[in-house]
């Protein structure tokens, strides 16, 4: 199991876990706090430091192109990239469930 009553991949991800978040959101230069909150409770607190690492590593060594090639990706870009190399698609959809509701409403709304 997990430390101070957190479990592995779990709702809710106490003190530690808080922490581990602000750092990322830190590093990772990302202020969407509700994406990275849930990217914790999916994924796990062990794999959310494992690929804040490899991007800390990818950064310092000269970053991540676009897909386009065109530009670097961000931190947080280049972090989100690792996770989709590595989370099953039910996890992704949950993960930016809220993002993509909150994106056709406000489509809905550009409509009227």
Same mark, same amino acid.
């Given at each position: 199991? @997990? $430390? ?5 991949? @779990?709702?809710?991800? @106490? ?17 969407? $706090? ?22 800390? $590593?990818?950064? *310092? *060594?000269?970053?991540?192109? %676009?897909?386009?090639?065109?530009? !670097?990706?961000?931190?947080?870009? %280049? ?27 406000? !489509? !809905?709304?550009? !409509?009227?």
């Amino acid at each position: 199991g @997990g $430390v101070g009553g957190v479990s592995e991949g @779990g709702e809710g991800y @106490g003190s530690d876990g808080f922490a581990l978040l602000l750092r990322m959101l830190n590093e990772l230069e990302e202020k969407n $706090v509700q994406l990275f909150e849930r990217i914790l409770v999916r994924a796990g607190m062990g794999v959310c430091e494992e690929l804040l690492e490899q991007t800390r $590593v990818i950064q *310092t *060594t000269g970053g991540m192109e %676009t897909a386009e090639g065109t530009r !670097k990706r961000t931190p947080g870009g %280049t972090f989100i990239k690792l996770l989709k190399e590595r989370m099953d698609k039910s996890d992704i959809d949950y993960m930016w469930k809220e993002q993509n509701e909150a994106l056709k409403e406000l !489509k !809905k709304k550009k !409509k009227k």
